[in-house]
């Protein structure tokens, strides 16, 4: 069983020696490491884990290798939860993009 990570507040940039962590992309741009977009791939990540854990769990009901009806209804509830926090950090961050285009400069 994964544990899941606790969500880490977004640290303010003070300066630019803070941002240290840029990087050259292959084109020659260059990329920071997003807090937001680390935050999201984690997000994703657990919910395939959760999402396989409980498929695996299924598997073995079907197979006859288990028959713990509880441990099955467990993983598909994390499996759900990890789901709606996927889409609703989705939806946080269309809101927020959608909020920047629609400010006049």
Avoid: C, W
Avoid at 48 to 70: E, F, R
Avoid at 91 to 104: G, P, V, W
């Amino acid at each position: 069983m994964t544990a899941i990570k606790p969500i880490q507040p977004l640290q303010k940039i003070d300066s630019l020696s803070a941002l240290q962590g840029v990087q050259k992309t292959s084109e020659g741009r260059t990329s920071v490491a997003i807090p937001f977009q680390t935050m999201f791939q984690d997000a994703v990540s657990s919910a395939q884990q959760a999402d396989s854990n409980y498929q695996n769990k299924i598997s073995d009901m079907v197979t006859g290798k288990s028959d713990n009806l509880h441990d099955i209804m467990i993983a598909s509830k994390k499996a759900s939860l990890s789901l709606d926090l996927v889409v609703e950090l989705r939806n946080k961050l269309l809101d927020a993009y959608k909020e920047i285009m629609n400010t006049s400069v």
